[in-house]
């Protein structure tokens, strides 16, 4: 199965039409990424799996070290980013999305 850094190319495929119609399930505010957020993040994560997460800064490098904080304390994987939505990835210990194998 997957580890914590690595998904195929078939998963992440696989991922992406799942994520597909999905709508962010949180959204970074006014005060950007805080506690609060990153913990609203993990609880969305360990609930549905596969999230998007909208992150409105207009600064692209800042965005980039956004996504890479939020991957770093959830553990999960980035799936995608389009526009200013980062796809991440987390199994859950009831395992709802089953990955194709790699």
Do not use: C, F, W
Request: charged content about 25%; glycine content about 6%.
């Amino acid at each position: 199965m997957a580890t914590a850094s690595t998904l195929s190319n078939k998963q992440k495929q696989q991922l992406k039409s799942l994520a597909h119609s999905l709508k962010p399930v949180v959204l970074l505010g006014a005060n950007g990424l805080t506690e609060g957020v990153l913990a609203e993040i993990e609880l969305a994560l360990n609930h549905h799996e596969l999230i998007k997460v909208k992150v409105p800064e207009e600064d692209r490098e800042l965005r980039e070290q956004i996504y890479s904080t939020i991957v770093a304390h959830t553990g999960g994987h980035r799936v995608q980013v389009v526009g200013k939505v980062l796809t991440l990835y987390k199994p859950s210990a009831e395992r709802k999305i089953a990955l194709v194998r790699a």
